[in-house]
């Protein structure tokens, strides 16, 4: 297998390390820009986010724009799916090149994923939604069937969103809201139903 070069040395780079070794990589190293920091979960950090060595390329950054911008420009470079062993992943789903999916994590049947999402710890994409690119569906947030996000969407912890509400990109869903209708303009969103944060 391939050395791994993780980018960004943080807590969530720390949880995609664990995940890439029980996908097998023995060789995992990371790249940060903050050069005071020399290791992550005990692997080294060898560089920073533009001296990738050879090798496969994992954009482990929270900020979905940064993660697209750094993702582009190894655009050229493997970047692999990362799922860990204790998600649960439908026979007809399909994810996109520099995703991971944490543990406990469920994606149902006919569940389209983009290119560069967090599908994280224990979050569930029920059956034919369709996440773009760049989103986050955070720790504990439901997705009832055919949902819709638009890209670099973040939908934070604990949001539950009904079947068939349509989300565009841009926004940011907050922690533990509701959302029951379709959002159709970017901003950031918050409560029970959910509305637009002033
Ligand atoms: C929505 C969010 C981005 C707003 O952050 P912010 O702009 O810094 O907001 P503030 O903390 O300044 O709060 C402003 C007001 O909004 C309220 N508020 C903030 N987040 C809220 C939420 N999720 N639900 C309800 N009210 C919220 C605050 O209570 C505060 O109200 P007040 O003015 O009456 O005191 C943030 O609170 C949030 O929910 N982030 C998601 C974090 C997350 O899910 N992480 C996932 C990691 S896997």
Redesign the pocket.
Known sequence: MNRLIIIGASGHGKVVADIAALNGYKDIVFLDDDETVKECAGYPVVGKSAEAPEGEIFVAV?NAETRQRLMTNYKDREQPVLIHPSAVVAKNVQIGSGSVVMAGAVINPGAIIGKGC?I??SSSVDHDCIIDDFC?I??G?HLAGTVTVGECT??????TVSNNVNICGGC??????VVIKDISISG????VPAKI?N
């Open positions: 929270g967090i994280n710890t986050h955070s720790v947030a973040w939908i934070g912890t604990g949001v940011m869903i907050g922690a533990g809201a950031t969103y918050i409560g944060k």
